[in-house]
């Protein structure tokens, strides 16, 4: 289906709007809502206003580490896309124009995901970066995901530079259990690499991954090394490593390693932070080489392919919601909906309610994956076992309630204590969880409660800027009254978005 | 199906949702606190290993650091100057050569690029460019020159403060520092660089491993005890780090060092568990040796305006005392430090030039913004 761009850009307002940067409150849309404010009503963008649109997204792209050049030449593209464009009756034209640059972004940063080719045996695999950019780290996630894929890998260690980092190699492969070859601590790592190739056929290793040492891409005698490298084991594949967080020189960086080694994808580290990672842009765009894998946190297991679209998303500041919504509108029914949002605006929210929506969350897949896309929750969740079979207690839990007490919990509070006894034998749970059950849902139910009365304040008053920190604010709070292990001050639950468009709506 | 109402529906719903049932499964799934939370490391055993001074002590010449005035532990200027004149600016052009052809909105403009390529930030850009613009305008300053001189000036005066030097204790007791920082940013490096500085001093100098998570941390930070001849203090992967921590501490006082510099583990400032981890490493030193001199947050230069979160993170975690700048040996400008400083007030007092023991200087305000804009 067609991007859903309503959505996006009352999505990326509100998310943008809890992040936390110098930027905070200053969300992509709500910025372009004011540069494209005299349009309403006009049948197409004029060339005027296509300008203030395009410096709007000028910075919001220079604030996500995008380089200053490729924005350039990001931006005159968008100018050809966007001039002329006929504003479509249904969508006002910051939503048409957060559509449009999401669309052009996803195209730029490739478009569909991809792997590389590691047939051969043995097949062989190259591990390049600045110092620090998560190489060593990379060798092993690589080394246990192509081990699960039935391949016999051998880790080997060419950094000889760094202390210790063929120390961290061994205790990598060992962790993930496979093969290492770290003949020597220190040296020449050609020689290591050189020799590793017949090694690798001695031991029955079908895949080579060779680690090197972290390098300045300016310092020419080691950019040279790792050339000699590449030269001496000719690789399958040349990843080049690179850390989500950098700035501006991602552009310079690239080239250098591209011109002076020489690569055939890229691996983009760190993005269990909060880095919008403008720097894949860059990257992408002066080496026209893929990104082929995402780096997610320190466990060996957190690796995973690069998705354009969600990169898109996060540059733009929208966690991966539009995957989300998309995901949505493919699951709920039009009645789900309308009932739902019933149930959330009505202040009269049941565990009755509660249960119907939790079964439609359901539907939508595993509840940590479609938990873990709203923004700032797939950290927050990162290490929470979020198992779908203590859904089913939860809903267990419900099912045992009479119709009457899930209409009114209250029966259950005040002087329940049998009830809650008899709800937790008929459920097979614990009294302590029908307890916990019910504190949460009080809890959450509070919260919305003035959430909502300050998103109608915040309706009320244009500007916004105050209802909305009172809104981020609430968010916040609600984050924490659910115990979720979040992030101080950014992220969360996404400011629910829709509250705040609801009075409007009334009319 | 109108769109706004799905969105509503969504985000509403995985609200409550989430709040009620991971809320739920947080107190309720058996999970144990916080540290269970990164890889699989195996709970290490608890016996401490003092390793005895290294015999490969320093083999640099003794620098030369005036011993009447201990809070200025390096002077190695000249060589901060030296290998940051050696990298161009991105664009190529000086700002001199911008205003060349007269005091013209392009050569704002250009100036904005400048600053921004330099990972200066577009809100503190924007800030600098006006400010600049402003005082060009009531001085009537129309040259290049001019302009040079006041946008240097706006700069270094975003870059002030009265005391770069590193804090010691000012009891009979042994200094804390604490390095600290997202990971791979160069915190093991900067304290071996750091214990080669003071040992080749004279004090006596212990380090802490309490990066017990990364694989050979411990090991790491062991070549660089070796190399300096300072007394390493260490525990198996896994150990709780701030009991490494705090036997660090008690082999200072037992051993009656004259600093102990604790490691940590590299972590991404939006992990709740791992950052309360961090000040829990802290407190633990501090219950016995009062608060720790220095907090010392290190950036990589490479950063882009994802350093300035942070630095808000680590300073609402830890009560960070100032930066270490490393891998200024590369060609970033580390632009980022201008907005951290403006926004948050932590100076600078450190920087990085390299991998070797002696690439640590103190930081040069003057040499720092002249490299923002002189090309080679
Ligand atoms: N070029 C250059 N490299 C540096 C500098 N400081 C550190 N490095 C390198 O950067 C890499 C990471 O440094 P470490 O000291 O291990 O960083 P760390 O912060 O302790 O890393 P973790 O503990 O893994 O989070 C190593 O390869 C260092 O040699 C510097 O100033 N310049
Ligand atoms: N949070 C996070 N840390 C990472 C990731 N990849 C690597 N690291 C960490 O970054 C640091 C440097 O990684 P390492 O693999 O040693 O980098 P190398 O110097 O390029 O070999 C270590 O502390 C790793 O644990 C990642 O995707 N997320
Ligand atoms: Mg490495
Ligand atoms: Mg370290």
């Known amino acids: 289906m067609a991007l859903p761009s309503v959505t996006v850009s009352v999505v990326s307002h509100h998310l943008l709007a809890i992040q936390r940067s110098p930027s905070v409150f200053d969300a992509l849309a709500q910025r372009l809502d004011d540069a494209l404010s005299r349009v309403r009503g006009r049948g197409r963008l004029d060339d005027e206003t296509v ?20 924005v350039r030449g990001f931006v005159s593209r968008l100018r050809e896309v966007l001039v002329g464009e006929e504003v479509s009756k249904a969508l006002n034209p910051s939503q048409q124009v957060v559509k449009a640059v999401h669309a052009e972004l996803v195209r730029a940063l490739g478009g569909e995901s991809v792997t590389p080719d590691l047939s051969g045996n043995p097949a062989v695999i190259m591990l390049a970066g600045l110092q620090g950019s998560g190489k060593t780290t990379a060798a092993g996630k690589l080394a246990k995901q192509l081990k699960k894929k039935g391949r016999t890998p051998m880790l080997v260690a060419c950094d000889l530079q760094r202390p210790a980092a063929v120390q961290q190699l061994r205790i990598n492969a060992e962790k993930v259990g496979v093969h290492v070859y770290a ?4 040296g020449d790592p050609v020689a290591v690499a050189r020799d590793s190739l017949a090694k690798a056929r001695d031991t029955g290793c079908d895949v080579v991954i060779v680690d090197t040492a972290g390098r300045l891409h300016i310092d020419t005698e080691l950019m040279g090394q790792a050339r000699d490298i590449r030269a001496a084991v000719d690789p399958t594949a040349t990843l080049f490593v690179i850390d989500a967080m950098i700035g501006q020189e991602a552009v310079n960086v690239s080239k250098a390693f591209l011109d002076d080694v020489g690569f055939d994808g890229v691996i983009l580290t760190k993005l269990d932070g909060d880095a919008r990672g403008g720097a894949a842009l860059s990257v992408r765009e002066v080496t026209d080489r893929p990104i082929v894998y995402a780096s997610v946190g320190e466990k060996m297991e957190d690796f995973e392919a690069f998705h354009p679209d969600r990169m898109a998303d996060r540059i733009l500041g929208m966690g991966d919601m539009m995957t989300l919504i998309e995901k949505a509108e493919d699951t709920f029914t039009e009645q789900e909906t309308k009932d739902a949002e019933q149930a959330l605006l009505s202040g009269d929210f049941t565990l009755e309610d509660f249960l119907k929506q939790m079964q439609m969350v359901k539907r939508m897949g595993p509840l940590k994956g479609v938990l873990g896309m709203l923004p700032g929750m797939g950290q927050a969740l990162k290490d929470v076992d979020v198992d779908d079979k203590q859904l089913a207690h939860v809903e267990a839990i419900i099912y045992s309630m009479t119709l009457e007490e899930r209409r009114d919990p209250r029966l259950l509070t005040k002087g329940g204590a049998r009830r809650r006894r ?8 614990s009294v302590q969880e029908v307890n916990r059950l019910l504190k949460q849902f009080d809890q959450a139910k509070s919260v919305m409660k003035s959430v909502s009365k300050m998103a109608g304040m915040d309706s009320m008053n244009p500007q916004g800027r105050k209802g909305k920190r009172a809104q981020a604010k609430a968010a916040q709070q609600l984050m924490r009254s659910g115990q979720v292990p979040g992030q101080g001050g950014q992220g969360g639950l996404g400011g629910f978005p829709g509250l705040q468009q609801a009075p409007k709506r009334k009319k | 199906m109108e769109l706004t109402e799905t969105l509503l529906l969504i985000g509403s719903v995985l609200a409550v949702v989430a709040v009620v049932v991971v809320g739920l499964f947080r107190r309720g799934g058996g999970q144990p606190p916080a540290d269970h939370d990164r890889d699989v490391a195996p709970r290490g055993g608890t016996d401490t290993l003092t390793r005895e001074p290294g015999t490969d002590t320093a083999t640099a010449p003794p620098e030369t650091a005036a011993p009447e005035a201990p809070p200025e532990p390096l002077t190695l200027r000249d060589r901060f ?21 007269g005091v013209s909105d392009d050569a704002w403009e ?15 850009t924007m800030q600098i460019v006006e400010d600049v613009r402003r005082r060009a305008r009531d001085e009537g300053v129309t040259e290049a020159d001019g302009v040079v001189a006041l946008l240097k000036d706006e700069l270094r005066s975003a870059l002030e403060v009265p005391d770069r030097s590193l804090a010691r204790a000012t009891d009979d007791e042994p200094t804390v520092w604490m390095l600290t920082g997202v990971n791979g940013t160069g915190k093991t490096t900067t304290i071996g660089k750091l214990a080669a500085i003071e040992e080749r001093e004279g004090r006596s100098v212990v380090l802490a491993a309490a990066d017990t998570f990364r694989a050979a941390a411990a090991d790491q930070l062991g070549l660089w005890a070796d190399r300096t001849g300072a007394r390493l203090v260490r525990k198996d992967e896994g150990a709780d780090p701030a009991s490494v921590a705090f036997d660090g501490w008690m082999a200072a006082i037992a051993t009656d060092a004259d600093l102990l510099v604790v490691d940590t583990a590299g972590r991404l400032h939006n992990r709740r568990e791992l950052m309360d981890e961090l000040g829990k490493v802290k407190r633990v030193v501090e219950k016995k040796s009062g608060p720790m001199d ?15 979160a942070q630095a808000g993170a680590f300073v609402d975690a830890v009560d960070v005392t100032g930066i270490v700048l490393t891998k200024l040996d590369g060609s970033s400008k580390g632009g980022i430090v201008v907005a951290v400083q403006r926004e948050l007030g932590l100076p600078v007092k450190l920087v990085g030039l390299g991998e070797g023991i002696d690439d640590l200087a ?15």
Not at chain 2, 81 to 101: K, M
């Open chain 1, 51 to 70: 300008d203030a649109t395009l410096s709007e997204i000028r910075l919001a792209l220079l604030e996500a580490d995008v380089n200053f050049k490729v």
């Open chain 1, 183 to 186: 003949p020597v601590e220190s």
């Open chain 1, 422 to 429: 008899r709800i937790a034998a008929g459920s097979g749970r």
């Open chain 2, 81 to 101: 100057r030296e290998r940051l004149v050696r990298t161009r600016n991105v664009l190529g052009v000086s700002v001199a050569e911008l205003f060349g052809g």
């Open chain 2, 110 to 124: 250009g100036l904005e690029e400048l600053l921004i390529s330099a990972d200066v930030g577009v809100a503190a």
């Open chain 2, 294 to 308: 220095e907090v010392l947050l290190v950036l990589d230069a490479t950063t882009g305006q994802n350093g300035l």
């Open chain 2, 362 to 376: 103190p930081f040069d305000p003057d040499a720092f913004v002249d490299s923002l804009f002189e090309p080679a």
